[in-house]
């Protein structure tokens, strides 16, 4: 409708939306002016389809009488004119200017006209006072807009953490138990967990070296495709050697704590049984009894009735997974000779604390049978001094071991666990084609049937079953391998991120450890220099106590390798 033509459809003045004039000053009694009907008419053209009849339109402005600016049932929705000033509460406000500003933003073009023409919103709102100022219609504040999501990622992030339980797992206590013939190392686990699904937050059990072994093959076994975190590998001599036996324990310790960081592994329930259980013999034999078919080599594809042989030769038709495979095949070799590297260092260190032990050994016997004091004094100091050697030289090949070669060791043991799942999806793709052929063959059957006629109707029936049966388990294999591939892949990535984070950390701290090895030995033989030259009180290092007081000044003019001149005075004090 065109509202610039004289004509207007209803007989008055035509509306315009973009000029506005000043508004009158109303009367005493709160009465609005009489030029408020266009007002009116201007909100009526706006909308015609939501308004009421045309005879409402002159009487409905005088609601507006006395409603304040500061509290407009419009609330934020538009801006207070720059002409406009506050008016006493007993006098009646202009009429509203802000209309064509208001109501051309998203909302309902009848939001303003609603209030303030004929209609039964503005006469349902009540405007009278109640004391604690104008109760307009409820519109939403700001404030609640703008805590609203705040509020909402505040409980996604909790309800996020709730579903990702944590775990601060720790393996300590290493002691032996049985007798020669059954003799082991028992390790007190203890756990530390927000998951709902445990009795306690905080417990411990003692588990041996086979139950470590228990968990890694079940993991395998219940989750086909994901990449487990290994114990170390067992060893039959030397395996109650304090040294192996730290080692070992750290080891497990951090296949604990990867196996219980993994989204899925987590909520593993033999993670829960190894964890918690304090009768864990009992409730593995138990498991066992009640899942007799969940064997270690043919645990994955039980369910399905379809026996995997590994007999046929599997070729790998994603390239993915065969640069994959590449990959991995020679990380594994880069990562032994790296280990071969690093047992040499730990070797060269040990060679080099037994040599200084050797050393300190000489040092003191020949202090023992010196007979001048200016030399054995010395000897014996030098000689302590090099038994804090070995023992630095010692910690360092240790430290080596738990920082940068048990991680070494551990990558080469989870490139195992990854190879462990690349056989798992090869058996799935041969369950898969084993399950095709089966197919194929029961549809040969069912062609050869149908083509006899109904002579062999029972028999039939049961063909078509078999086939339909057939069907299901190429479905159910098919989908088990391509789910094994997306999971591996994920896995795969996982494997890489983690790979970087541990060796990054354990060659920081190897280095860091290497430089506090340093500066300790540096500090050693600075001390025992400062001793050498003067001690703590200006005498000789080598000045025996009771000599220092009378002779200290005659003692400290000599120098060191003079130790053939204070031999008179040594044999005049005795």
Known sequence: MDLDTGDSPWGDEPSSSTTTSPPPKPDTKGSAPAPSAPSAARAEVRTPG????????????????????????????????????????????????KETFATRGPQPPSTFSQITGTGGIADSVNLEEDGAG???????????????????????????????????????????VGDLTSSHIVYQVRTKTTSKAYRQPEFAVSRRYRDFLWLYNSMHNNNPGVVVAPPPEKQAVGRFDTNFVES???????????????????????????????????????????????????????????????????????????????????????????????????????????????????????????LSPALSSPLDGL???????????????QQDVLTLGITIDEYIRLIGSIKTAFSQRQKAF???????????????????????????????????????????KVHQTR????????????????????????????????????????????ELWETFLLRLDAGEDGVPYYVPT??????????AAESAPSHIEPAPVAEGQE
């Open 248 to 370: 070992r324990r750290a080891a497990l310790e951090r296949m604990l704590n990867k196996i219980a960081s993994h989204p899925i592994l987590q909520h593993d329930a033999d993670l829960k049984i190894f964890l918690e259980s304090e009768a864990f013999n009992v409730d593995v034999k138990n498991k066992e009894n009640r899942e007799p078919d969940l064997g270690q080599s043919k645990g994955m594809f039980g369910s399905f009735g379809i026996s995997v042989g590994g007999g046929n030769k599997f070729v790998e038709h994603d390239d993915w997974f065969h640069d994959r495979k590449v990959y991995l095949d020679a990380l594994e070799n880069q990562l032994k000779a790296l280990l071969k590297s690093m047992d040499t260092v730990v070797a060269q260190r040990k060679g080099l604390a037994e040599a200084a032990g050797d050393f300190s050994s000489s040092l003191h016997a020949l202090s023992a049978v010196e």
């Open 134 to 176: 104008f109760r307009g219609p409820p519109p939403v504040q700001p404030a609640a807009d703008s805590d609203g999501p705040k509020r909402q990622t505040q409980r996604s992030m909790s309800v996020e953490q709730a579903a990702k339980p944590t775990f601060d797992i720790a393996v300590g206590d290493p002691h032996k």
């Open 383 to 397: 000689s302590e001094l090099q038994l804090r050697i070995r023992e630095l030289y010692e910690r360092q090949a």
């Open 479 to 522: 989908l088990l391998f391509e789910d094994m591939g997306r999971l591996m892949r994920n896995e795969l990535h996982r494997f890489e991120k983690e790979k970087v984070e541990d060796f990054k950390s354990g060659v920081e701290t190897f280095l860091e450890s290497a430089v506090e090895a340093q500066k300790e030995l540096i």
């Open 430 to 472: 041969h369950s898969w084609h084993a399950a095709e052929s089966d197919l194929q063959k029961r549809k040969n059957t069912q062609e050869k049937l149908l083509r006899q006629g109904k002579t062999q109707q029972d028999r039939l029936n049961q063909v078509n079953a078999d086939v339909a049966d057939a069907e299901r």
């Open 546 to 555: 009771s000599q220092s007081d009378e002779h200290g000044e005659g003692f």
């Open 50 to 97: 939501r308004r009421g009849p045309r005879g409402k339109v002159s009487a409905q402005p005088t609601r507006l009488e006395s409603v304040d600016d500061a509290v407009d049932p419009l609330g934020p929705l538009g801006e207070a004119p720059a002409e406009t000033s506050a008016t006493p509460t007993d006098e009646a406000p202009a009429p509203p200017q």
